[in-house]
């Protein structure tokens, strides 16, 4: 009975650290920091269930003489599983009981230097410090230094739970909250249950219990990572991002491939609008043409019954993607065909369809070099833009230099542009090296554009300038008129104050007047 318990818990274990790793390695935004944790968990615990019955289960004996060092490496992932559900407990207590909403920089990196920090920091005191302190000689004593830090991390986590679990219920005031604090509880909760289990394991083997509560003991460490892989790859968050997963696997596998005669219609098209085939409406109005072409293209295309089926932003990022990889192969071809190694060749020929888009696009004939005249902007051997930049320079100040040579420049690319099928110069006109007709035409194509690009630009910021100077000159005029009117009416309060004054001076002079004539009369009563 012990027997296949083992090998079920062994089985099951390894099947549900399987499990979540496919689902860590799959769904990309499933990778949350608690998620992380689980697995840690789940992984260590799966490993401390192997190393339990290895000679059991695997039948694989390691003798007496290892005995201690499987002991040893033992208590040392069973640590490992209690230190990293620590540090899941830590991290809820962080969040749901301080409250702390800030993102922690690193935050796996930080776990994961937590708990393996706090791994050593234990293994070094039981190890090292303890033994110099007090030195155990007896079996029993050694047996007590393995289990001490497991029912103290124990007892440490199951504090954090029920913090966490009171924390939860007392702040749950919506079902928001409710959602997400049930979730990371639940989490933390059947982790600590589960180290829990195995506290109560070694608690009953060292008092001695009955045969039945132990083997029930038993069952439950061997089984303890299946209840918390259901709860990590069951929960909301899980099933829904399964949900996508799946509902995204459907509709690539649903999707049909292009057909050979959607291609030829869009080869087609774009031989009609070759501004779109070469990617030249860049202007905003140039984005309009190309998402009206688009939306017409792609309406041809869906019409085709045997083919796929695509919205026009799609069709674009297909054509982007299949003219690039059309790119590759044709210049994989040339390599191989202006090699001198021989041997079979390691890239496909071209189809027809192919080789009508690659002539459209000019790369052919760019790598050829047949008339040194590609108007196209895809360049199948690549030059940095800098160097393109300085040879456009360099060839600019040349035909500066030489006038004449610039003048018979513009006619051969006049009457380049005038008998396109042609691929003979005229005798009379000067032969110039390839690279000087591809720059002189590169920039024909492109400076006058940038010109008018930048003419517009400038006579936007003139007009703003004039506007903003315009505006400058009314505030001006309107402070004017104010301090105008301050110094009109200064001047009338200046007057005001003048005239009271004068009134006030000849008021005191009749007071006084008066008063001294007063004075006289009452002095000559008295003479008489």
Same mark, same amino acid.
């Given at each position: 009975?012990?027997? #296949?318990?083992?090998?079920?818990?062994?089985?099951?274990?390894?099947?549900?650290?399987?499990?979540?790793?496919?689902? $860590?390695?799959?769904? !990309?935004? $499933?990778?949350?920091?608690?998620? %992380?944790?689980?697995?840690?968990?789940?992984?260590?615990?799966?490993?401390?269930?192997?190393?339990?019955?290895?000679?059991?289960? %695997?039948?694989?004996? =390691?003798?007496?003489?290892?005995?201690?060092?499987?002991?040893?490496?033992?208590?040392?992932? %069973?640590?490992?599983?209690?230190?990293?559900?620590?540090?899941?407990?830590?991290?809820?207590?962080?969040?749901?009981?301080?409250? =702390?909403?800030?993102?922690?920089?690193?935050?796996?990196?930080?776990?994961?230097?937590?708990?393996?920090?706090?791994?050593?920091?234990?293994?070094? /005191?039981?190890? *090292?410090?303890?033994?110099?302190?007090?030195?155990?000689?007896? #079996?029993?004593?050694?047996?007590?230094?393995?289990?001490? !830090?497991?029912?103290?991390?124990?007892?440490?986590?199951?504090?954090?739970?029920?913090?966490?679990?009171?924390?939860?219920?007392?702040?749950?005031?919506?079902?928001? +909250?409710?959602?997400? *604090?049930?979730?990371?509880?639940?989490?933390?909760?059947?982790?600590?249950?589960?180290?829990?289990?195995?506290?109560?394991?070694?608690?009953?083997?060292?008092?001695?219990?009955?045969?039945?509560?132990?083997?029930?003991?038993?069952?439950?460490?061997?089984?303890?990572?299946? !209840?918390?892989?259901?709860?990590?790859?069951?929960?909301?968050?899980?099933?829904?991002?399964?949900?996508? =997963?799946?509902?995204?696997?459907?509709?690539?596998?649903?999707?049909?491939?292009?057909?050979?005669?959607?291609?030829?219609?869009?080869?087609?098209?774009?031989?009609?609008?070759?501004?779109?085939?070469?990617?030249?409406?860049?202007?905003?109005?140039?984005?309009?043409?190309?998402?009206?072409?688009?939306?017409?293209?792609?309406?041809?295309?869906?019409?085709?019954?045997?083919?796929?089926?695509? +919205?026009?932003?799609?069709?674009?990022?297909?054509?982007?993607?299949?003219?690039?990889?059309?790119?590759?192969?044709?210049?994989?071809?040339?390599? =191989?065909?202006?090699?001198?190694?021989?041997?079979?060749?390691?890239?496909?020929?071209?189809?027809?369809?192919?080789?009508?888009?690659?002539?459209?696009?000019?790369?052919?004939?760019?790598?050829?070099?047949?008339?040194?005249?590609?108007?196209?902007?895809?360049?199948?051997?690549?030059?940095?833009?800098?160097?393109?930049?300085?040879?456009?320079?360099?060839?600019?100040?040349?035909?500066?230099?030489?006038?004449?040579?610039?003048?018979?420049?513009?006619?051969?690319?006049?009457?380049?542009?005038?008998?396109?099928?042609?691929?003979?110069? !005229?005798?009379?006109?000067? +032969?110039?090296?390839?690279?000087?007709?591809?720059?002189?035409?590169?920039?024909?194509?492109?400076?006058?554009?940038?010109?008018?690009?930048?003419?517009?630009?400038?006579?936007?910021?003139?007009?703003?300038?004039?506007?903003?100077?315009?505006?400058?000159?009314?505030?001006?005029?309107?402070?004017?008129?104010?301090?105008?009117?301050?110094?009109?009416?200064?001047?009338?309060?200046?007057?005001?104050?003048?005239? /009271?004054?004068?009134?006030?001076?000849?008021?005191?002079?009749?007071?006084?007047?008066?008063?001294?004539?007063?004075?006289?009369?009452?002095?000559?009563?008295?003479?008489?």
């Amino acid at each position: 009975m012990d027997f #296949i318990v083992n090998l079920l818990g062994a089985f099951l274990s390894l099947l549900c650290a399987i499990v979540l790793l496919l689902t $860590w390695f799959l769904l !990309p935004k $499933w990778r949350s920091l608690q998620n %992380f944790m689980s697995i840690q968990q789940i992984v260590m615990g799966t490993l401390h269930i192997i190393a339990i019955n290895i000679d059991d289960v %695997f039948f694989i004996s =390691y003798g007496d003489d290892n005995n201690e060092f499987m002991i040893n490496i033992k208590s040392l992932l %069973f640590l490992a599983t209690m230190c990293w559900s620590l540090c899941a407990s830590l991290f809820a207590y962080l969040k749901l009981v301080l409250l =702390y909403s800030g993102k922690i920089s690193f935050e796996k990196r930080t776990a994961f230097a937590l708990a393996n920090g706090t791994l050593v920091i234990v293994r070094m /005191i039981t190890e *090292g410090l303890i033994p110099i302190l007090f030195p155990f000689s007896t #079996i029993f004593g050694k047996l007590l230094l393995r289990i001490l !830090p497991i029912y103290v991390m124990g007892t440490l986590n199951l504090y954090l739970i029920i913090k966490v679990t009171k924390s939860v219920l007392r702040s749950s005031v919506n079902s928001a +909250s409710r959602v997400k *604090g049930r979730r990371v509880a639940s989490l933390v909760g059947v982790a600590i249950i589960c180290d829990m289990a195995v506290v109560l394991y070694l608690l009953t083997v060292m008092l001695q219990a009955v045969d039945v509560i132990e083997r029930i003991m038993n069952a439950i460490l061997m089984l303890r990572m299946v !209840p918390q892989t259901i709860v990590v790859l069951f929960n909301t968050s899980s099933k829904e991002h399964w949900r996508r =997963y799946f509902r995204k696997r459907k509709m690539t596998s649903q999707r049909k491939k292009v057909s050979i005669r959607q291609l030829e219609l869009l080869i087609e098209f774009l031989e009609k609008h070759t501004d779109l085939a070469r990617g030249r409406l860049k202007s905003k109005e140039g984005h309009a043409v190309s998402n009206r072409l688009w939306a017409e293209c792609a309406e041809n295309l869906n019409a085709e019954i045997d083919g796929d089926e695509r +919205s026009p932003k799609q069709w674009t990022k297909w054509y982007t993607d299949y003219k690039c990889r059309l790119i590759n192969r044709f210049r994989k071809l040339k390599t =191989y065909q202006t090699g001198t190694g021989g041997g079979p060749a390691t890239v496909d020929q071209l189809s027809p369809l192919e080789d009508r888009l690659v002539s459209l696009l000019e790369a052919r004939r760019e790598a050829v070099g047949l008339d040194g005249t590609p108007q196209s902007e895809v360049q199948i051997n690549p030059v940095p833009l800098e160097c393109q930049r300085s040879l456009e320079l360099s060839q600019v100040t040349t035909d500066q230099l030489h006038d004449d040579h610039h003048i018979s420049n513009m006619v051969i690319c006049e009457e380049q542009v005038n008998n396109e099928g042609s691929q003979e110069e !005229p005798n009379q006109a000067p +032969s110039l090296p390839r690279s000087r007709r591809k720059r002189t035409r590169h920039n024909r194509d492109t400076i006058p554009s940038e010109l008018e690009s930048s003419r517009n630009s400038l006579e936007k910021i003139e007009e703003s300038r004039i506007e903003v100077e315009r505006m400058v000159a009314s505030a001006y005029n309107k402070m004017a008129d104010a301090v105008k009117l301050m110094a009109e009416a200064t001047a009338k309060s200046a007057e005001a104050n003048s005239r /009271i004054a004068d009134s006030i001076e000849k008021l005191t002079t009749r007071i006084y007047r008066k008063r001294m004539r007063v004075d006289d009369d009452s002095s000559d009563d008295e003479d008489l």
